[in-house]
């Protein structure tokens, strides 16, 4: 079992930055890959970004230029630096981790930005 640990969410104005952070314990060995998504009330769950255990990135259009993920494998943490959000980047942001084709999910922090 992983076990996942957001937080870093909360109220933002637009065009300023915020940093998430996510926390991983428990059977960390054999991550796969770790990345943030979101989701608004009544629409799916998407992709935000993802990093690999190598350490490569992959960014949804809707904020490439804008938001950095990383990873710090000494503290087990992935980071989702926001930079320049908008106010449609207003969701509830879970981290996600894949270990061994199975997916872990944290419990999800608000992001709320005011234009």
């Known amino acids: 079992q992983v076990q996942l640990v957001e937080s870093g969410g909360g109220l933002v104005q637009s065009g300023g930055s915020l940093r998430l952070s996510c926390v991983a314990s428990?059977?960390?060995?054999?991550?796969?890959?770790m990345g943030w998504y979101r989701q608004v009330p009544g629409n799916q769950r998407e992709l935000v970004a993802t990093i690999t255990s190598g350490g490569t990135t992959n960014y949804a259009d809707s904020v490439k230029g804008r938001f950095t993920i990383s990873r710090d494998n000494a503290k087990n943490t992935v980071y989702l630096q926001m930079n320049s959000p908008k106010p449609e980047d207003t969701a509830v942001y879970y981290c996600?981790?894949?270990?061994?084709?199975?997916?872990?999910w944290g419990q999800g922090t608000q992001v709320t930005v005011s234009s």
């Open positions: 428990g059977s960390i060995d054999m991550i796969n890959k």
């Open positions: 996600n981790a894949l270990r061994m084709l199975r997916a872990y």
